[in-house]
């Protein structure tokens, strides 16, 4: 299970991926193309199966570069085809240690994390054991239910 940074030639897999796991969203290649060019201050990785990638997590910095940012996982996808083996818990883990590189290596921090999910998505509970982030807020008839914002603070406040 190798875990990298995207490059330019993952766009079309990602968007693939994406396409699967959120079939209600619309034009998935326009917004991975996009995001894709928000780095440094966004960042997909993928996780490969059998030499290509089977799953995708985008991280951003939330709040402007500053002494003490907040990382926000914005999105993961694991392909259907590859579901139930254990990626999505590895590729948190292993994004966000690199993610944290990505931002010291640019002379900041990561402060807090912040993540949402639908009210009653099992992914909450993965947030919960991988980032030990917890129930910061409720948001009532986000999208098409109650969306769960989950949150944890790092380091102090930066003055
Ligand atoms: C969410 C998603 C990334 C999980 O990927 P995955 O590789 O199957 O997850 P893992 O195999 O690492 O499993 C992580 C945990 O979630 C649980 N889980 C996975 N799929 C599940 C399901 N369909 N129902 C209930 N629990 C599930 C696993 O049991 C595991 O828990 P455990 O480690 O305590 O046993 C994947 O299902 C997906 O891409 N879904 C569509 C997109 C989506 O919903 N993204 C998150 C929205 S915020």
Known sequence: MDIREANQSDIPRISDIYQACFPRERDHRVWVEATFNAAPR????????????AGYILWCVKNGFRKNTI????????????????????LIDT?????KKHISDRG????????TTSEGH???DLYISTL???????????G???EVILYRKMLPRDE
């Open 122 to 124: 099992f992914a909450e």
């Open 95 to 99: 994004s966000f240690a690199k993610f």
């Open 144 to 146: 098409n239910g109650n």
């Open 132 to 142: 030990e982030v917890s129930r910061s807020a409720v948001i009532s008839d986000y």
């Open 42 to 53: 966004c960042i997909y990785y993928v996780i490969e199966q059998d030499g290509a990638p």
């Open 108 to 115: 900041y921090a990561v402060g807090a994390i912040f993540v």
């Open 71 to 90: 990382a926000e996982l914005e999105q993961i996808g694991v392909h259907p085809d590859h579901t139930r083996k254990g990626l999505a818990r590895k």
